[in-house]
């Protein structure tokens, strides 16, 4: 079993972590503009490399929260982990 650090709980059993899909993706900032097509872009089609991959995960078995992380797709060996970076305030 590989064990995964999870950024404020420490190393756990991968069984504890639920993927989350890849990370930078933002949230349309006008959804109810988006059409049909533009929303299935949105949610099914991302980027998907065999190597290393930036994407998010949940620790959902233990603190809940989700954390960043770079891992390689082929190998499935974590790079690292991270606490997800603040959004920009909008003023």
Known sequence: MQLIHC????????VEFHY???AG???PEHPAELS????AEYVFYRDNPKGTF???WSHSAGCRRWFDAVRDTHTYRFW???K??????RV
């Open 7 to 14: 950024p404020w709980c420490g190393p756990r059993e991968e």
């Open 20 to 22: 989350g899909g890849q």
């Open 25 to 27: 993706v933002a949230y």
């Open 36 to 39: 049909d097509q533009d929303w």
């Open 54 to 56: 930036a994407e998010r």
């Open 80 to 82: 690292s982990t991270t």
């Open 84 to 89: 997800p970076r603040p959004k920009e305030v």
